[in-house]
């Protein structure tokens, strides 16, 4: 059974600091991962999605980025946060190739201080 | 304006009773997801649609693509089914999801 999970759980970080978020997905080869974001008591903005290793298309420009470094691991970071990134980050996946369905993360909760 | 339009934005209702939910696309959708946000986060998928219904236990599904709309059912409503429910279109095979500003859905015992 595929399983996905996000590190860390939740995190207080400072303005101006460096910020990384992971994401694992085991049991399944080649998945198409994404990156989403949602504000407090809002909707999911989509970041960016990646279909292979080594490539990552950005979906909507926030100051931050996004690698693939692994297959299975899906990373975003910032150099600098700022106060506009608190929220709920999520990761998913979903099968190789388009038109199927996405499976979530537990997600990660960020407050920006 | 919004490509998603999903209604109602919050719905109270006692246990046992059914309600009904619905997303209008103003553009051309391919295929409908609906979720159910819990109250910790954790996203959950209900249904993943083409065109047609789907049904698992007491919830519904229908995605009709020519009239632009899907609907979510649910029957004798219970209490952990509490939480936001998001509909999300895919367009064109583009590897994104367009969302619904979801419907906060209180269950009272």
């Known amino acids: 059974a595929q399983t996905i999970h996000q590190w860390p759980v939740a995190e207080i970080k400072a303005v101006g600091s460096p910020l990384s978020l992971g994401c694992t997905i085991k049991g399944k080869s080649s998945p198409n991962l994404y990156w989403y974001w949602q504000a407090t008591g809002g909707t999911l903005q989509q970041l960016f999605y990646?279909?292979?290793?080594?490539?990552v298309e950005s979906v909507v420009q926030l100051n931050l980025s996004a690698s693939r470094p692994k297959d299975d691991q899906f990373i975003l970071s910032t150099e600098k946060l700022l106060l506009s990134h608190s929220g709920f980050y999520l990761c998913?996946?979903?099968?190789?190739?388009?038109?199927?369905?996405?499976?979530f993360g537990s997600g990660t909760r960020l407050l920006v201080i | 304006g919004d490509k998603v339009k999903q209604s109602p934005s919050a719905l109270s209702l006692q246990e046992g009773t059914n309600s009904a939910l619905r997303c209008n696309f103003s553009?051309?959708?391919?295929?409908v997801q609906w979720f159910l946000q819990n109250p910790r986060g954790s996203l959950i998928n209900l249904f993943y649609?083409?065109?047609?219904?789907k049904e698992n236990g007491r919830l519904k599904s229908a995605f009709d693509s020519k009239e632009s709309y899907s609907t979510l059912h649910i029957r004798d409503a219970q209490l952990e089914d509490s939480g936001t429910y998001f509909c999300?279109?895919?367009?064109?095979?583009?590897?994104?999801?367009?969302w619904g500003s979801g419907t906060k859905l209180i269950i009272k015992p």
């Open positions: 553009i051309a959708a391919t295929t």
């Open positions: 999300a279109a895919e367009m064109d095979s583009n590897y994104q999801l367009i």
């Open positions: 649609l083409v065109p047609g219904t």
């Open positions: 990646s279909i292979t290793v080594g490539q």
């Open positions: 998913a996946w979903s099968q190789q190739g388009a038109n199927s369905d996405y499976t």
